[in-house]
């Protein structure tokens, strides 16, 4: 496990967790629910790990919701506020995008 994924998880289980705008609007427009999101971070799987991204360490998980329908989830600790995980944004993989497995994005 990522030292990023390992740092969101036991912000989530402390409850200290935000939404982005962006996030707030994906998982409105893709119909992913919140709880779905940040109960499903324990079983989260590691798509793309950024340690060293600009605006803070992010972690692209793969999730499912409450159907079993799969997610992806890029969960942030911001630079200046590290204390709190972040949503950044949540999406249903795009299968023209994405491998069969959803974890490997397809050449552009």
């Known amino acids: 496990m990522s030292k990023t994924l ?3 998880r036991g ?3 402390s409850g200290r967790i935000r939404v982005s705008q962006h996030g707030l609007q ?3 427009d893709d119909a992913i629910s919140l709880v ?3 109960q499903g971070i324990a079983d989260a799987i590691i798509v793309e790990d950024y340690p060293d991204y600009a605006k803070g360490p992010c972690v692209l998980c793969f999730q499912r919701d409450e159907l ?3 997610i992806h989830v890029l969960w942030g ?3 200046n506020g590290p204390d709190v995980a972040t949503i950044i944004t949540a999406y249903r ?3 023209n995008r ?3 497995d959803l974890m490997t994005r397809k050449p552009r």
Do not use: F, I, R, Y
């Open 6 to 8: 390992g740092t969101v």
């Open 11 to 13: 912000h989530v289980e």
């Open 26 to 28: 994906e998982l409105s």
């Open 36 to 38: 779905a999101v940040v």
């Open 68 to 70: 079993g329908k799969p």
């Open 77 to 79: 600790l911001a630079a």
């Open 93 to 95: 993989p795009d299968p």
């Open 98 to 100: 994405w491998m069969d």
